[in-house]
């Protein structure tokens, strides 16, 4: 069976239980859409970027991959977080990186942040009609330094201090609207991503597993993973 | 009210949040009533007493909660005068409860219920979709979604009056400032041994957070 994986910031994979129908009796996932639900973040600092997401992939009920990687590298220094449908942003991803290694190549330095996140979004926008693709392009770059740039779906483009996506970003705006603060330094920048990610994987059903992390900055992309017994715990009972 | 010109339900799109603590309990609400697009009321207060100590959040259809508090107001009144003394929190929430479950199908309004009685003191009980769940903390409507992250994070147990007054306060911004069909003024209200305490918070003495700036 071919599973198009399909992540989807809002609406999770539902089945039709109408009077009559066999969907309340065979597992939901063998007629539900593949869905990485998704929680992924992106926070600029003094000196370059930080990136988070959740490692889930879901078929209705069933986890299909605990440990996805939701962070994609475009560049040398700048990378991608995917939500929306696996197969239309790996394939977008792909084609920018081409797209950007060619251009970097001609230019013979490397790339612009706004420029990878230019490439994303004309291609966001020409097929928005096709596509369910929510990225958020961050990386460093020698002009502007860390810069975090949003293309959600319908193709717009908007530079950000920070940004969030994904279906388990509705339940932690109050959390980074109420945290953020400017001139954060890469490690206050880790601690808020790691928190943020952990609150909302706490709360959506389609984000879950290991948080993902990385730092890019001039030296280079420092990459770690927060396990599940190392998630930061909040009190609530 | 009227509505002409706009055919669609009005709603108390909502954030309502209900917090216990030693003593008593704090509730929140906005105060933004729709009608699809339009604002048919900016100042509605969305917490309904439904006896002396006891109170409850509306969220969903602003009939549909009207008519469950009616219903409830009646109905608590009656228990009151049988038992002899003021009703238990939770009778007022088992009174909500039944109402929503029986009717689960035809409604389409959330009500959460708190407040003080000489058992148990500060209680707080959620009526989703005819449950009954006592809770510490309890958020609801379309602006909760918005707030659960900072409620996880922000909620200590054992704080005091003025902490969760603060609290409350906090979430709503927050919520507002996200959720479209929730905004206008704060409404508060603090319920303890000593009676009930409501409070309002203007919007430009709401608390600031980041704006995107």
Known sequence: TLFRSVMMPVQRGESAARPGSYADLTPDWTHAEVSTGTTIMAVEFDGGVVIGADSRTTTGAYIANRVTDKLTPIHDRIYCCRSGSAADTQAIADAVAYQLGFHSIELDEPPLVHTAASLFKEMCYKYREDLTAGIIVAGWDSRKGGQVYSVPMGGMMVHQPFSIGGSGSSYIYGFVDSSYKKGMTKEECLTFTANAVALAMERDGSSGGVIRLAAITEGGVERKVILGNELPRFNIG | MDITGDASEVRTGTTIIAVEFEGGVVMGSDSRVSAGESVVNRVFNKLSPLHERIYCALSGSAADAQAIVDMAQYQLEMHSMEVGAPPQVIAAANVVRNISYKHKEELSAHLMVAGWDRRKGGQVYGTLDGMLTRHQVCIGGSGSSYIYGYVDSAYKSRMS???????????????????????????????????????????????????NE
């Open chain 2, 161 to 211: 009056k003025e902490e969760c007054l603060q609290f409350v306060t906090n979430a709503l911004t927050l919520a507002m400032g996200r959720d479209g069909s929730s905004g206008g003024v704060v409404h508060l209200v603090t319920i303890t041994k000593d009676g009930v305490e409501p409070k309002l918070i203007l919007s430009n003495d709401l608390p600031q957070f980041y704006d």
